[in-house]
């Protein structure tokens, strides 16, 4: 097979859904579908036996979320699909969005019986902002659901988006008697046998055939699913291949992980319809997946994966070409070339070392402090720089210091690298050194995970003093230099590890203050990182 046929048949999609909702158990039905796995219960096993090998990760499993995402590689039916898992807490919402900047497509799963849930919702818009396509799973069918035209609206109305129900329940809970396959026109009929199994063969039957129907479903349900159906087909949106690519209609599919019903058709269609790795756009030109040479940017950065070895991870998600594993790569942010160490895949449950990847594979190589989110990697005559991943304004400010000031190294070293991962951002004042040092987060959490790093990762015990801020701003454009701007008197100017020069609040007064006071100030919410 040559290069571009490996990319022709690669498929990349993040999987989102609010705890509970099913993720996990969906997931492990695609690895067994694609024969990666062969016990239902693997995938979970896995995470309970990486907790084991790492007290960080420790502070994830006694909250009990799942705070790193991880990504995984199988086949099935000629196609090479990556899954990329997202964490599903609040508090994790900026590494979500970057998981989301690597996926082509995003598959959402709802439970029929609770609907949309304020992380399905968050996940959504962080879809709808990139126009990735939705694809979503109702989950849960064979428990008490809520009715399914209920669902769709609720879709609909929530997110602005149209939906296309591409097959239909029958019944639900101890009623469940399967699915309509609107494209087929047949009943997949779902018996109590099924319950419990992990692969099983629906049976088929066409919706005219009324007497094997009605023994197979019920004469009740038979003349309900007709009249849904008669409805459906009237009142709901046109399939639109085009819509679904450009992320405005979602293909809706209903089923039950846990008994593995309707799993395996909605891979096969979702396959159908997505598309292999699309152009990604650079600071000025449009990358062709195609295009032989390789290109990649990182999106997520893990740390002390085994902590034994002090170890950080960068994971790249390649946007073109084919990785060959002896080659040189520059590394444009540095403006050096070098050779990716230990270049790996998640194959199921393994990690794998892999001698070459292809456009819309994740991969992950040994980092030795030297990369940040973001950053592109590519072929040494390319020179492109993929669309920075936006850093989103932290709500939460503290100020930092070692303890024990002999440390002062190693404390500015941990919070760095930990900043690099975009687990915390971090500033300082301009001109006053290190000795204290502010960090900025999403949420409150990420001060504990980084209080309990620092002391478990590089040693240091540190002092925090939470500061009043709850607002900050970038400075795209100043009419002077920050120091002279008219500012509000509890307005701070500092900076970010880039350099770039930010403006802390302490309300939004102060900073409509701020703009009205200086004409030409140019303030941004969130940094492009190019
Ligand atoms: P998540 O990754 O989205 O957080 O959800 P996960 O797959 O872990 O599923 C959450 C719970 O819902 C699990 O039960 C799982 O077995 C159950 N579940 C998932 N899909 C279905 C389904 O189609 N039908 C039914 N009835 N249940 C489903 P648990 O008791 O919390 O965990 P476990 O002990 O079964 O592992």
């Known amino acids: 097979m040559d290069y571009k046929q490996e990319i022709e048949r690669r498929r990349t999609f993040a999987i989102i859904s609010h705890p509970d909702a099913g993720k996990t158990t969906l997931t492990e039905k695609f690895l067994l579908y694609g024969g990666a796995i062969q016990l239902a219960g693997s995938v979970k096993g896995k995470a309970t036996a990486r907790h084991a090998v790492s007290d960080w990760m420790e502070l994830e499993k006694q909250r009990g ?16 699909i990556n899954i990329l898992d997202t964490p599903g807490h609040q508090d994790f919402s900026e590494d979500t969005y970057r998981t989301l900047m690597a996926a082509d497509s995003a598959v959402m799963v709802i439970d029929a019986a609770k609907g949309i849930e304020p992380q399905t919702r968050k996940l959504f818009r962080i879809c709808a902002m990139r126009h990735i396509p939705i694809f979503t799973f109702i ?50 009929a779902f018996q109590d046998f099924h319950r419990g199994q992990n692969k099983i063969q629906a049976i088929a039957c066409d919706l005219t055939d009324t007497a094997l129907l009605d023994e197979l479903i019920g004469r009740r349900m038979r003349e309900k699913l007709v009249e849904d159906i008669e409805l459906l087909d009237g009142a709901s949106y046109e399939f639109d291949l085009d819509a679904v690519r450009a992320g405005t209609l979602s293909p809706v599919f209903f089923g039950s992980a846990l008994t593995n019903f309707g799993v395996e058709p909605f891979l096969e269609n979702f396959l ?51 990785f060959a594993r002896d080659a040189e790569y520059l590394h444009v942010q540095d403006g050096k070339t070098m050779k990716l160490a230990q270049p790996q895949q998640m194959m199921a449950q393994e990690r794998a070392i892999v001698n070459e990847a292809f456009a819309g594979d ?8 030297v990369f940040s989110i973001g950053d592109t990697v590519c072929a040494p005559g390319m020179k492109v720089r993929f669309e920075g991943i936006p850093t989103f304004a932290p709500e939460h ?10 440390k002062r190294k190693q404390f500015v070293k941990g919070v760095t690298q930990i900043a690099q991962e975009g687990a915390i951002q971090m500033f300082h004042e301009p001109n006053s050194g290190m000795e204290e040092v502010i960090v900025g987060a999403v949420g409150v959490l990420q001060f504990e995970v980084l209080e309990y790093r620092l002391k478990n990762e590089y040693n240091i015990d540190i002092r925090r003093r939470d500061l009043s801020y709850s607002f900050i701003r970038w400075i795209e454009r100043a009419p002077c230099a920050p120091d002279a701007l008219n500012l509000a008197s509890d307005t701070k100017w500092v900076q970010d590890f880039r350099g770039k020069d930010l403006l802390l609040f302490n309300n939004e007064w102060s900073i409509r203050w701020a703009e009205q006071k200086n004409e030409g100030l140019e303030l941004s919410e969130f940094s492009r990182n190019w």
């Not at 032989?292 to 070409?321: E, T, W, Y």
């Not at 994740?362 to 402090?369: K, N």
């Open 362 to 369: 994740i991969i992950g190589v040994f980092d030795p402090g």
């Open 139 to 188: 989950n849960k069918l064979d428990r008490e659901a809520r009715d399914p035209f209920e669902l769709m609206e609720e879709l609909e109305n929530e997110f602005g988006i149209g939906t296309y129900p591409v097959n239909w329940p029958i019944g639900c809970g101890h009623d469940f008697k399967g699915v309509f396959d609107r494209d087929r026109r047949e009943v997949l």
């Open 397 to 406: 400010f503290s100020i930092i210091s070692q303890v024990d000031t002999m």
């Open 65 to 80: 979320i799942s705070i790193t995402s991880s990504v995984m590689q199988f086949e099935y039916a000629g196609y090479c």
């Open 272 to 322: 159908r319809m997505t598309t292999p790795p699309l152009p990604r756009e650079t600071a000025d030109a449009v990358v062709d997946p195609f295009a032989p040479d390789f290109s990649a940017f990182v999106f997520k950065i893990q740390a002390n994966m085994n902590r034994a070895h002090r170890d950080r991870v960068a994971f790249l998600r390649i946007c073109s070409g084919r």
